[in-house]
């Protein structure tokens, strides 16, 4: 049987896959790069070509999955048929940003062997989602339904809180303490954006 030749990027993208998949389903503590390398089939040194530690591969998965779910919400902040109020909403309701394998993903995360995965995750998509959500206030700024000073601090600021504070998992909060700290959290966004109050409301439907 012929031996299948890869391209370099197609090599890297199965490398992310298939680690991805190993830490989702053994935990990113207990899968080692000699059992990324085994379960490919490939030699240390290509795996090694491509990543200098199974601590790059992590950052690169969670770049992997990151990507269409910054891609999303791209689409919606650049749209200049909406106003900053509808964007808020589209990207605040969770209803329009992911999809079932990203949603999937994230419920492996939670799980306590994938620490680092998860953390790894809230970093970057407050890194990542921060500017487009300060691109909107900036809009809404304009639109004089925002005052805020600081759009981008402000909202790496409450992307973290919430990233943080409302992961049940982290916490083991109830559903009501849960629902109580996201009503707080839209009173807090509120006044920090200088909205009216009940302008996202949408977000404890």
Do not use: C, W
């Amino acid at each position: 049987m012929a031996r299948i030749v890869k391209t370099a990027e197609e090599r890297k993208l199965e490398i992310i896959e298939t680690s991805e998949r190993m830490f989702r389903e053994d935990g990113y503590a207990n899968t080692s790069v000699n059992a990324i390398i085994n379960e490919i089939g490939i030699a240390k040194g290509t795996f090694y070509h491509h990543f200098s530690s199974k601590e790059e591969v992590l950052e690169a998965i969670v770049d992997h999955a990151l990507d269409r779910i910054v891609a999303m919400a791209e689409q919606i902040a650049d749209d200049a048929s909406m106003d900053a109020l509808t964007k808020m909403e589209m990207l605040l309701s969770g209803s329009n940003i992911g999809d079932e394998e990203t949603n999937e993903v994230a419920q492996h995360l939670h799980s306590p062997g994938n620490r680092e995965l998860h953390e790894a995750t809230n970093i970057q998509t407050v890194l990542r989602l921060a500017p487009l959500f300060a691109r909107i206030v900036e809009q809404g700024n304009q639109e004089n339904v925002f005052d805020a000073k600081r759009p981008l601090e402000t909202m790496q600021f409450m992307l973290t809180g919430g990233q943080f504070l409302l992961d049940g998992g982290l916490f083991e909060f109830t559903e009501e303490e849960i629902r109580t700290r996201r009503q707080v959290t839209q009173e807090i966004l509120e006044k920090a954006l200088g909205a009216e109050s009940g302008t996202f409301d949408f977000m404890n439907e």
